[in-house]
């Protein structure tokens, strides 16, 4: 049996009548839709009891497909999730083929990057967008989804976005997407 996940990793995505997060859409992109709902919460750590709606956990971790001169890149670039202006924002979540896990990490990484150039992608929309990635798949495998994406950015971003999200599904790594959702929000200021 494995231990917990450190509770400042873990993040839990809760869709229900009630939350931080007004959901204006939640629709399929790749296979099964998560159903409707008209609010979601993000919520760190141990949840004391079960939520009422649709839960899907993640944690953070370190990132795994990167260089160093990437990372340093990212790190230099990016701002943090919360920003005042940021009134948007996209919960992706998204679970690979068994042929995705089935390859190395050097082969996953050259399909993220050399191929997909995942990386460099993200990288032209920083710092206005910004972003988190959950993994799904090291607390177990009843998680649904591999991974789960939030990004966060301001309503003069909306079209910057959805290039983004539109390069990325155009890549050689969405041929390993066989489930992904698509859930839009706004924060009311």
């Known amino acids: 049996m494995s231990a917990p996940p450190p509770?400042?990793?873990?993040?839990?995505?809760?869709?229900?009548?009630?939350?931080?997060?007004?959901?204006?859409?939640?629709?399929?992109v790749v296979g099964e839709t998560l159903p409707a709902v008209p609010c979601l919460s993000?919520?760190?750590?141990?949840?004391?009891?079960?939520?009422?709606?649709?839960?899907?956990?993640?944690?953070?971790?370190?990132?795994?497909?990167?260089?160093?001169?990437?990372?340093?890149?990212?790190?230099?670039?990016?701002?943090?999730?919360?920003?005042?202006?940021?009134?948007?924002?996209?919960l992706i979540p998204i679970r690979k083929s068994a042929a995705w896990w089935a390859m190395t990490q050097d082969e996953r990484r050259d399909v993220l990057e050399a191929q997909s150039q995942h990386i460099r992608i993200?990288?032209?929309?920083?710092?206005?967008?910004?972003?988190?990635?959950?993994?799904?798949?090291?607390?177990?495998?009843?998680?649904?989804?591999?991974?789960l994406t939030w990004f966060e950015y301001s309503a003069q971003d909306l079209a910057a976005f959805e290039e983004l999200v539109a390069a990325l599904r155009a890549s050689p790594e969405w041929n390993y997407v066989e489930r992904e959702v698509d859930v839009r929000m706004v924060r009311e200021v």
């Open 7 to 28: 509770a400042d990793r873990l993040f839990n995505f809760i869709g229900a009548d009630i939350g931080n997060w007004r959901v204006i859409r939640v629709a399929p």
């Open 42 to 90: 993000m919520v760190g750590g141990t949840l004391s009891a079960p939520p009422q709606g649709w839960h899907l956990r993640g944690i953070t971790s370190n990132e795994r497909y990167v260089t160093r001169p990437e990372k340093t890149e990212l790190v230099a670039r990016q701002e943090g999730l919360g920003r005042t202006g940021s009134t948007h924002a996209a």
């Open 122 to 147: 993200g990288l032209r929309y920083l710092p206005a967008i910004a972003r988190r990635l959950h993994h799904c798949r090291d607390l177990g495998t009843s998680e649904p989804f591999d991974f």
